[in-house]
């Protein structure tokens, strides 16, 4: 039988022996084996990305597509699998090789937008490119071989770098066009005054204040199309990230834009100048309006948000973390999204009238009308999956 002491620790207690068998090691013993626990796996990790590497060069060889999804479905499977075998929660090996995975996609993006970059010493200029998303365009002509130019007022002029982007001239393979949307429909039109026989096109989350522009460059002759990115400045695999084309009369230059495109795995929409910026209206003027009368009725309530985060729970957590998200973007920005846009305003009557009947059957203790507020919700976006 064991004696006390060990029956004592069994009960949750140190005596210095695990199951009266082995000594139980203090706890600078059990944070070294941890450490090289955590040594071995930064060096699986390592190998894993050395022969995610090799996949990646066999798949440019044979012309085989960057992203399998069957594949990716049978390493989470496995490794579910695997974690409920040896008793570790099939969540975190999940998350941990969806991480990977999502790692190694990046790599190999990269890697294919270089191999087959389409840049070959061609010239690219992006006006506004010292801001956030013009940067991002920046460094993409760059990963693809084009030498590349930035126009921008915050910046002094060097190689390759303008205050003016009349001064860099118009002699470009592409321009893109990354200023602000009421600057960048001005830009539009000087460019149609001047003529630039490359590729041209905006990248504005609205266009009706583009159309003129854009509209003025067609009549020129010039090359122009219409492109809206839907992701951010931090984005670094396009996997699942959708990129808009709107057509603006040439659909040549359109089908040319798409192909600096071509060798990553974003999603390609076509749309029509007249339906987008009705349906941004939605997709982004409604959620920023929710979001910003989210964290304006929070910080207008009187409740300090240290006893608001002691009582979080899930729903409001989510909630905190988008609009956060939104209350550090650029609010210049999301005015001109919602100011600029001729659609902008019926949205936010949605908003302020489906907000106006909460209160409404709340306020007549209306339980019926509430559930069916909530089913008529639920069937809506069940539509969506």
Not at 20 to 31: H, I, N, S, T
Not at 141 to 158: E, K, N, R, W
Not at 243 to 249: H, K, N, S, V
Request: proline share 3%.
């Amino acid at each position: 039988m064991c004696d006390e002491p060990a029956r004592i620790y069994r009960a949750g207690f140190f005596c210095g022996f695990d199951s009266c068998k082995r000594p139980v090691m203090d706890l600078d013993e059990l944070r070294s084996n941890l450490s090289a626990v955590d040594r071995r796996l930064v060096e699986l990790i390592a190998e894993r990305q050395k022969i995610v590497g090799d996949i990646g060069k066999s798949k440019l060889l044979t012309g085989t597509g960057t992203r399998d999804y069957q594949r990716e479905k049978n390493v989470l499977d496995m490794g579910r699998s695997q974690a409920e075998e040896l008793g570790v929660d099939p969540d975190i090996v999940e998350n941990l090789l969806a991480l990977l995975i999502r790692t190694s996609l990046e790599s190999q993006e990269r890697e294919r937008v270089v191999a087959e970059g389409k840049g070959d010493g061609r010239k690219a200029l992006v006006i506004g490119g010292a801001g956030k998303m013009g940067r991002w365009f920046a460094e993409f002509f760059i990963s693809q071989g084009f030498a590349t130019t930035i126009a921008d007022v915050t910046i002094a002029d060097g190689p390759n770098r303008f205050r003016n982007w009349t001064d860099a001239g118009v002699d470009f393979d592409v321009i893109v066009v990354a200023a602000p949307l009421a600057v960048s429909g001005r830009i539009l039109a000087q460019l149609a005054v001047l003529k630039p026989k490359g590729l041209v096109f905006d990248i504005g989350s609205l266009k009706s204040p583009l159309i003129d522009g854009l509209a003025e460059l067609k009549s020129a002759g010039c090359r122009v199309t219409s492109l809206h990115p839907m992701y951010g400045p931090d984005t670094r695999l396009l996997s699942g990230r959708h990129l808009i084309f709107c057509d603006a009369g040439d659909p040549q230059a359109t089908a040319d834009a798409k192909e600096l495109f071509a060798a990553t795995m974003v999603d390609q929409l076509d749309m029509g100048l007249d339906d987008h910026d009705r349906l941004i209206a939605y997709v982004l003027g409604l959620s920023h309006a929710l979001n910003i009368a989210f964290f304006t009725a929070l910080s207008e309530s009187g409740e300090a948000a240290p006893k608001l985060a002691k009582l979080s729970s899930t729903t409001f957590d989510s909630q905190l973390l988008v609009s956060a998200a939104v209350a550090q973007d650029n609010p210049h920005l999301y005015f001109e999204i919602q100011n600029l846009n001729k659609f902008g305003l019926g949205p936010l009557d949605a908003l302020c009238e489906a907000a106006q009947r909460i209160r409404e059957t709340v306020a007549d203790g209306d339980e019926k009308a509430f559930v069916e507020l909530m089913e008529r919700g639920r069937d809506y976006l069940a539509m969506r999956s």
